[in-house]
């Protein structure tokens, strides 16, 4: 079955400082793997995927991510956090058409001043 | 920027009532899902239409609820009847289509609290 960890439940980082958000997915097939964040009582807002081609993937806001194959890892990244990216992160796995979505369990980004 | 719209926002209600959610996809999205976010979790999938089918309902307690798209655009989550365990948010995503690749974009969800 397909399946995304997402390994940290929070991450703290100050302002100006790189963020990343770890994420890593079961081996089955070439995965579609998406990135989405949250803010309080919202819906989730889509950040960025990785379909195939180019491991190094660029999204809104200044986040992007890479994909790993070997490590089966998806991690997001950001060059330099801002206090209006504090929020919850998800990533999420799909291999086909045929297959559900699948959420990891989400982490909460804390960026402070 | 078109968005997914869903009412109401908040929703309480107490247990062994009938609840029900709307949902209004992007326009032109053929996809149309329906999650259920527990506090502090990732969403889970209910249901899935394509146009005006279900394709995926394997999550969805039949028991209690139910789903339809009647004329494949809009569509309708109920529970019935509501018990204390149901208390999340739900939330409505549609995509252009069904495959993997596809993108969802999600609506702003409706809180469920059941006393």
């Known amino acids: 079955a397909q399946s995304v960890a997402q390994p940290e439940d929070q991450v703290n980082v100050a302002e100006g400082n790189p963020l990343t958000v770890k994420c890593t997915y079961s081996?089955?097939?070439?995965?579609?793997l998406f990135w989405y964040v949250q803010y309080p009582n919202r819906g989730l807002q889509f950040l960025l995927k990785?379909?195939?081609?180019?491991?190094l993937v660029k999204g809104s806001y200044g986040f992007e991510a890479e994909f790993n194959k070997s490590q089966t890892s998806f991690h997001l990244k950001k060059p330099s956090a801002l206090v209006s990216d504090s929020a919850l992160y998800f990533c999420?796995?799909?291999?086909?058409?045929?297959?559900?979505?699948?959420f990891g369990g989400g982490t909460r980004l804390m960026v402070k001043p | 920027e078109a968005e997914v719209a869903q009412s109401p926002r908040y929703k309480i209600t107490e247990k062994s009532q009938a609840v029900a959610f709307w949902c209004d996809p992007i326009?032109?999205?053929?996809?149309l899902y329906w999650y259920r976010q527990i506090l502090g979790q990732g969403p889970e999938l209910l249901v899935q239409?394509?146009?005006?089918?279900?394709?995926?309902d394997s999550q969805l307690p039949k028991d209690r609820f139910s789903a339809e798209r009647l004329k494949g655009v809009d569509s309708t989550l109920k529970i019935q009847p509501a018990e204390l365990g149901d208390s999340a948010m739900y939330l409505c995503?549609?995509?252009?289509?069904?495959?993997?690749?596809?993108?969802?974009?999600f609506g702003p969800g409706t809180r469920l609290l059941v006393l």
């Open positions: 326009s032109g999205h053929a996809t």
């Open positions: 081996v089955s097939g070439n995965p579609y």
């Open positions: 239409f394509q146009d005006e089918s279900v394709v995926d």
């Open positions: 995503a549609s995509s252009l289509r069904a495959g993997g690749q596809e993108t969802q974009y």
């Open positions: 990785y379909i195939t081609g180019d491991n």
């Open positions: 999420a796995v799909r291999y086909n058409a045929g297959n559900m979505l699948t």
